[in-house]
Nanobody, 124 residues
Framework: QVQLVESGGGLVQAGGSLRLSCAAS????????MGWFRQAPGKEREFVAA????????IYADSMKGRFTISRDNAKNTVYLQMSSLKSEDTAVYYC?????????????????WGQGTQVTVSS
């Protein structure tokens, strides 16, 4: 049974930083891409960042480029999302997801397993 457990969310002031973690189990973590998505109230779930199985390739949504960094530690079965220069519009529930393939993707349909999410609230 695949499990993804996010942590690290919370309340932060605008301009601040947070690091999210996602611990994976039940699957060969190092064989698949990982992604982060987010969903704000009343909005659809949107792509944030993704990383390939070997960390060789990372992709970001345009609004996150330069502010967010995705990384992974295959020895720890964990993927991270370092967020800085946070804005009020970054407030959302953040989800990690385990990919169908090795390669990073922006598409939700390329991810098979999802965590329960962690709330990030940015106060202005």
């Amino acid at each position: 049974q695949v499990q993804l457990v996010e942590s690290g969310g919370g309340l932060v002031q605008a301009g601040g930083s947070l690091r999210l973690s996602c611990a994976a189990s039940g699957r060969t973590f190092s064989s698949y891409s990982m992604g982060w998505f987010r969903q704000a109230p009343g909005k659809e779930r949107e792509f944030v960042a993704a990383i390939s199985w070997s960390s060789a390739n990372t992709i970001y949504a345009d609004s996150m480029k330069g502010r967010f960094t995705i990384s992974r530690d295959n020895a720890k079965n964990t993927v991270y999302l370092q967020m800085s220069s946070l804005k009020s519009e970054d407030t959302a529930v953040y989800y990690c997801a385990s990919g169908r393939l090795k390669f990073a993707s922006r598409s939700k349909s390329e991810y098979l397993y999802w965590g329960q999410g962690t709330q990030v609230t940015v106060s202005s």
